[in-house]
């Protein structure tokens, strides 16, 4: 078994159950290895944490501007509260040292690995508001995320993909990208699209979505990615 006393002291946290704490890092695969495990796996407390964590950000927010209508708001917040980002601290707070994982999904770094650890910051927000309650959680989402903030607010990351690339595209190479349906298809109540971003006659990216509006901010963040914009 793992011991967590170097994560808590690193974290600047005290569990009084610690049980809390490893159950945070119990992945649904562990337990498909070591049925007799005595915890659950993690997300139920995902679940717990990711309420916690949009409500703490979003208090936040609301009381810090108070001059700031409630769709910039929700930009900033749900630049704060993706995958990515939660990936990104829970990455650099070496939380992968910690995570209980099947052997196959512990070979497994890419994507998956990301979503892993995003869903892992949020149980251990779950977590931590079971153990010691609210301010506690106020306080670490504060000191690792919030943190964060004013980066997201200078680069720009809370504008959605569509608006940053066109900036970019047409700060960068002087072209205003185009889109283009490359497939649909399924029912009218049931419609899928593929489409193109393009560069004048370059395909830059896909994206796929269940609305063209889906489509084409999917193949807009696809695009800044493969850009490295």
């Known amino acids: 078994m793992k011991d967590f006393s170097p994560l808590e002291k690193k974290l600047n946290l005290k569990f009084k159950n610690k049980d809390l704490l490893i159950q945070a890092f119990c992945h649904r695969s562990y337990l498909n290895e070591n049925p007799d495990f005595y915890l659950d ?3 139920r407390l995902e679940f717990l944490g990711d309420a916690v964590l949009e409500l703490i950000v979003t208090e936040y927010l609301y009381q810090k501007y108070p001059k700031k209508p409630e769709g910039e708001l929700t930009n900033w ?6 995958a990515k980002m939660l990936f990104e601290i ?10 209980l994982l099947s ?5 497994e770094l ?4 990301q979503y892993i650890l995003a869903n892992t910051f949020e149980a251990l927000i779950g977590a931590i508001y079971l153990d010691r309650g609210l301010d ?11 943190k964060k ?18 900036e970019e595209a047409q700060e960068g190479v002087g072209i205003t990208p185009t889109y283009k349906v490359l497939e649909e298809w399924g029912p009218d109540h049931a419609k899928h699209f593929i489409i193109g971003i393009f560069l004048n006659k370059e395909l830059v990216a896909k994206g796929e979505g269940s609305s063209k509006q889906e489509a084409e901010e999917k193949a807009a ?3 800044l990615e493969v850009k490295g914009w």
């Open 221 to 223: 963040k696809n695009a």
């Open 136 to 146: 506690p959680c106020k306080e670490f989402i504060k000191k690792y995320l919030i």
């Open 77 to 82: 917040r749900a630049a704060l509260v993706n």
């Open 103 to 107: 052997r196959g999904e512990a070979k």
């Open 149 to 166: 903030l004013p980066h997201i607010i200078e680069a720009g990351l809370f504008r959605d993909a569509k608006s940053r690339f066109q």
């Open 90 to 99: 829970s990455k650099d707070l070496d939380f992968n040292d910690f995570l």
């Open 110 to 113: 890419g994507k998956a690995r």
């Open 41 to 43: 796996h993690n997300e």
